[in-house]
T-cell receptor, first 118, second 115 residues
Framework: AQKITQTQPGMFVQEKEAVTLDCTYD???????LFWYKQPSSGEMIFLIY??????QNATEGRYSLNFQKARKSANLVISASQLGDSAMYFC???????????????FGSGTQLTVLP | DAGVIQSPRHEVTEMGQEVTLRCKPI?????LFWYRQTMMRGLELLIY????????DSGMPEDRFSAKMPNASFSTLKIQPSEPRDSAVYFC?????????????FGAGSRLTVL
């Protein structure tokens, strides 16, 4: 079963508008973390935002916010006031305890390609 | 802070040749990860190290792949012999605690093409 599901292969948004990128996850671990990374066409992976499973408030980092709905197991990324430079692939990822309990590893979704239109 | 440094950035080789990818993590980061990215399979964790010790190598595709971390500032991923299906971008990442989480910082990646 997929641990991280991103159902939107591609999204378009008008410059200056807000956009929501979907992410759902599957885990039985009560303690986990959710991450969003951005990968522009140049290829590097850039960390955007983090949400811990026990965090009471939704995470925010500048124009990025995470809409965390624990009961629904969703962690959608909201980008406000989109800019042309936001055009990139966006990956949702989860870190949980592996079965042995000794460490954590990061599992990525398949990504959403966001295109910001002028 | 120079970030995670990977070399080479691009490698083109022929099937059967040995390939060695190199990584220098961020100083002070005690965890290092090797990921592979392909169109078909996305981002896959190959192996990771804590304090230079390999913790989980279950993602290493087969015996042709090996990884080492002889010290805290250097790691290698070796493919011998290489095959066309190994063509991918290989990312190295290191982690530290930030915002209450162990955030991975990625290198720029090594794009491998095996002909």
């Amino acid at each position: 079963a997929q641990k991280i599901t991103q159902t939107q292969p591609g999204m378009f948004v008008q410059e200056k508008e807000a956009v929501t990128l979907d992410c759902t996850y599957d885990t039985s671990d009560p303690s986990y973390g959710l991450f969003w990374y951005k990968q522009p066409s140049s290829g590097e992976m850039i960390f955007l935002i983090y949400q811990g499973s026990y965090d009471q408030q939704n995470a925010t980092e500048g124009r990025y916010s995470l809409n965390f709905q624990k009961a629904r197991k969703s962690a959608n990324l909201v980008i406000s006031a989109s800019q042309l430079g936001d055009s990139a692939m966006y990956f949702c990822a989860m870190r949980e305890l592996i079965s042995s309990g000794s460490a954590r590893q990061l599992t990525f979704g398949s990504g959403t390609q966001l295109t910001v239109l002028p | 802070d120079a970030g995670v440094i990977q070399s080479p950035r691009h490698e083109v080789t022929e099937m059967g040749q040995e390939v060695t990818l190199r990584c220098k993590p961020i100083s002070g980061h005690n965890s290092l990860f090797w990921y592979r990215q392909t169109m078909m399979r996305g981002l896959e964790l190959l192996i990771y190290f804590n304090n230079n010790v390999p913790i989980d190598d279950s993602g290493m595709p087969e015996d042709r792949f090996s990884a080492k971390m002889p010290n805290a500032s250097f790691s290698t991923l070796k493919i011998q012999p290489s095959e066309p299906r190994d063509s991918a971008v290989y990312f190295c990442a290191s982690s530290t605690r930030r915002s209450g989480a162990n955030v991975l910082t990625f290198g720029a990646g090594s794009r491998l093409t095996v002909l």
